[in-house]
């Protein structure tokens, strides 16, 4: 069901956002339709993304609905991440009251973009203001370019993901390049004095600086040194 999905906002470079908008208006130049879109989960809501730059078009974008139950043909393509096609929603009793119809959006074709992670980013689809029952290289034409959305969205989702491993890798470099460098300790106490000139203890010392964690114990000299009676009789 829609209110079990969760996608995560990814951030769509520019350049990106251009070329979806070239591919979008040209599947409503071919394809003859008013609209074409990408639309888009935000949280509990799903928007217009980007909509195509065609004369009678009613969606722009950042237009929104609460998806839930909202009887949206796109709500039925995300909860099932399947083709919908409907010719003439007005022949059709289970789409004969949906909220498009009011706009005069009576033919619909879309198709799930799903992120490499499986989950639902939103859909790729048209609609038309008179019966259409789109054609099967229409259908061929969409899917072709929902699959280019999804290898830009793989290539976006990898380079996150290479970027965060990016930044705790360059962490943990200058975290090896303090440790690594000429530590000045008390002979006797064995603090460390920091940068700031304070003397703190080994463990607060690494601690702050990298992220080792300390768990204490014994050494068997120190053991014997400091509870030798529990070695008496052994």
């Known amino acids: 069901m829609t209110e079990n999905i969760h996608t995560p906002q990814i951030e769509i470079p520019e350049d990106t956002l251009m070329k979806w908008q070239n591919i ?16 888009r989960l935000v949280d509990s809501d799903i928007e217009v993304f980007v909509s195509s730059q065609s004369e009678g078009n009613p969606y722009h974008p950042g237009n929104h609905e609460h998806i839930v139950g909202s ?52 859909t790729i689809c048209v609609l038309d203001k008179k019966e259409n029952a789109y054609s099967e290289t229409y259908e061929n034409l969409i899917k072709n370019f929902r699959d280019i959305i999804q290898f830009h969205l793989e290539l976006i989702y990898m380079n996150s993901i290479l970027g965060e491993r990016n930044r705790s890798l360059s962490d943990y470099l200058e975290e090896i390049k303090i440790l690594r460098g000429i530590v000045p300790i008390c002979s006797f106490c064995k603090k460390i004095r920091d940068a ?14 990298s992220e080792a964690q300390f768990s204490h114990s014994f050494c068997p000299e120190c053991m014997r ?10």
């Open 24 to 39: 979008i208006d040209l599947m409503a130049e071919l394809i003859s339709v008013p609209a074409a879109l990408i639309m």
């Open 71 to 122: 009887g949206l043909y796109c709500e039925t393509v995300i909860n099932t991440k399947n083709k919908l096609l409907i010719p003439n929603a007005h022949a059709d009793e289970k789409w004969k009251n949906n909220p498009d119809i009011k706009i005069n959006m009576i033919s619909y074709l879309g198709f799930p973009i799903v992120l490499p992670d499986g989950k639902v980013f939103g």
């Open 196 to 209: 700031e000139g304070k003397w703190c203890e080994v463990e607060a010392y690494i601690a702050k600086h």
């Open 225 to 234: 040194l400091h509870y030798d009676d529990l070695f008496k009789g052994s």
